[in-house]
Nanobody, 127 residues
Framework: QVQLVESGGGLVQAGDSLTLFCVAS????????VGWFRQTPGKEREFVAA????????YYEDSVKARFTISRDNAKSTVYLRMNNLRPEDTAVYYC????????????????????WGQGTQVTVSS
């Protein structure tokens, strides 16, 4: 079992930066791939980024590539999502998720059924 808690969301202006945190419980955090997703009311949940167990490989949705960076510190059981140059369309509830197996490629992570999910953190970007 893995429990995930997101934090770091807030209200910012367009062009600002934020770092989201996903802290996991459990002693085997390094055994899980982790992804970030986001969702706005009335829309389907959208893949944002994912990182493999060691952190060597990362994957991003095209709309955030070059602006967002996913990283992890397994010693702290934490995954980060650094978001730069935020846009109003980035406004959403952001969720982190963990999966025991993972896969390869952005296309795969868009549809992967992650095993564990956090409760989400709200990010609001004003224009």
């Amino acid at each position: 079992q893995v429990q995930l808690v997101e934090s770091g969301g807030g209200l910012v202006q367009a062009g600002d930066s934020l770092t989201l945190f996903c802290v996991a419980s459990g002693r085997t955090f390094s055994s899980y791939v982790v992804g970030w997703f986001r969702q706005t009311p009335g829309k389907e949940r959208e893949f944002v980024a994912a990182i493999t167990r060691s952190g060597v490989n990362t994957y991003y949705e095209d709309s955030v590539k070059a602006r967002f960076t996913i990283s992890r510190d397994n010693a702290k059981s934490t995954v980060y999502l650094r978001m730069n140059n935020l846009r109003p369309e980035d406004t959403a509830v952001y969720y982190c998720a963990a999966d025991r197996w993972g896969c390869t490629g952005t296309g795969c992570y868009r549809t992967l059924q992650f095993d564990y999910w956090g409760q989400g953190t709200q990010v609001t970007v004003s224009s």
